[in-house]
C-alpha cells in the first residue's frame, strides 16, 4: 500500500532550531585578575632563578677574583677581594679555594698560593730554574737618554727629516745621538734629499712602533695635546735630579714602559752626544 507524502512547497521554509547558549561563568568560576598576575611573576621567578644564570654569574666572579690576583703586586686578603667585588666572604672564600685547586694542576705553570694573610699568584718552585734561565736571555728593556729622546720625536713627528733640520730644531749637534737610534734601530736611513749636500734623510722604524706600544704613526699625540702636556708640567712640581726622565716628557712620544725605560744621561754622558765631533755611539746604558 503506498502512502502519498505531500510534496515541500518552495516557499515553506522549516521552523529554525535554537541552540541553547552556555550559560555565562559564574564569578566563582572565574580566574580571579590577581591569582593571573601572580603566576605570571612566579613563572619569571623561577627563569630567573635557573641554574644557568646562577652559573654564569659565579663563572664571571670568579673571573674577576683570578684577574684581581693576577694583577696585584701585594697579596689580597679575602676581606679585600669581598669588599672590592660587593659579594659575601664566604663565596669569595669558596672561589678561591678552587682557583687554588685549578692551578694546583701539573698541567698549570702558575699556583694561586696563600701568603702572608692573603692570596697571589706566582710561578710553581718546581720551575724555577728553568724560569731564571729564560729571563737571562731575554732582550733587556732599552733605556735612553734624554738627548736621544728628543732627537727620536723629532724624527717621527718631522719625518722623513735630515740631520741639519733637527739640529735647527733642537739647537744643538745630535750626530751621536743619530747613531745611537740607528744602533737601536729605532730610525732607519731614508734615502737622501734633493738639496745642496745631499743630506740622509730619517723615519722611524716598526721596532719604533713596538718599543713605544704604537699600531701606526697616527696614534702619536697632537701638538694640542702637547700644549697640555706642557701645561700639567708646569703645574707640577719639578723632579728631584737624578729621577727618571718619561719618554713621554722630552719628545711627548707615549712609551710602553715594559719594553722601553728612559733614564735622564749624566752631564758628561748628554756633552759627549752633544758634540758635533762624535764619531761613535754615546754610552746608552742596558740592562
Avoid: C, W
Avoid at 39 to 56: M, N
Amino acid at each position: 500500500m503506498e502512502v502519498n507524502t505531500p510534496p515541500v512547497e518552495a516557499n515553506e521554509t522549516a521552523e529554525p532550531v535554537e541552540i541553547a547558549e552556555a550559560a555565562p561563568e559564574t564569578p566563582e568560576q572565574a580566574p580571579p585578575v590577581e591569582g593571573v598576575i601572580e603566576e605570571v611573576f612566579a613563572e619569571q621567578l623561577v627563569i630567573a632563578e635557573e641554574p644557568g644564570s646562577r652559573d654564569a654569574e659565579r663563572a664571571e666572579v670568579r673571573a674577576l677574583i683570578e684577574a684581581a690576583v693576577y694583577i696585584a703586586d701585594e697579596p689580597l686578603s679575602l676581606q679585600q677581594i669581598a669588599a672590592a667585588l660587593n659579594h659575601p666572604i664566604d663565596r669569595v672564600h669558596a672561589i678561591v679555594e678552587e682557583l687554588v685547586a685549578e692551578y694546583g694542576k701539573p698541567e698549570h705553570g702558575l699556583a694561586v698560593r696563600e701568603i702572608a694573610g692573603g692570596y697571589k699568584m706566582t710561578t710553581k718552585p718546581e720551575h724555577h730554574e728553568a724560569i731564571r734561565t729564560f729571563v737571562r736571555n731575554l732582550k733587556p728593556p732599552l733605556k735612553l737618554s734624554l738627548a736621544a729622546l728628543e732627537t727620536l720625536a723629532v724624527v717621527a713627528y718631522k719625518q722623513p727629516v735630515t740631520a741639519p733640520e733637527i739640529l735647527e730644531i733642537r739647537g744643538v749637534q745630535g750626530v751621536g745621538v743619530l747613531k745611537t737610534l740607528l744602533d737601536r734601530r729605532l730610525i732607519a736611513v731614508a734615502g737622501r734629499k734633493n738639496v745642496v749636500g745631499k743630506p740622509m734623510l730619517y723615519k722611524t722604524t716598526k721596532e719604533f712602533l713596538i718599543q713605544f706600544g704604537l699600531s701606526d704613526l697616527g696614534e702619536l699625540p697632537t701638538l694640542k695635546e702637547f700644549e697640555e702636556l706642557g701645561k700639567m708640567a708646569l703645574s707640577e712640581e719639578p723632579e728631584p735630579e737624578g729621577a727618571a726622565v718619561s719618554a713621554a716628557e722630552p719628545g711627548g712620544v707615549p712609551a710602553d714602559t715594559s719594553n722601553l725605560a728612559a733614564d735622564a744621561a749624566p752631564p758628561d754622558e748628554a756633552a759627549a752626544e752633544e758634540s758635533p765631533a762624535a764619531e761613535t755611539p754615546p754610552s746608552v746604558e742596558e740592562t
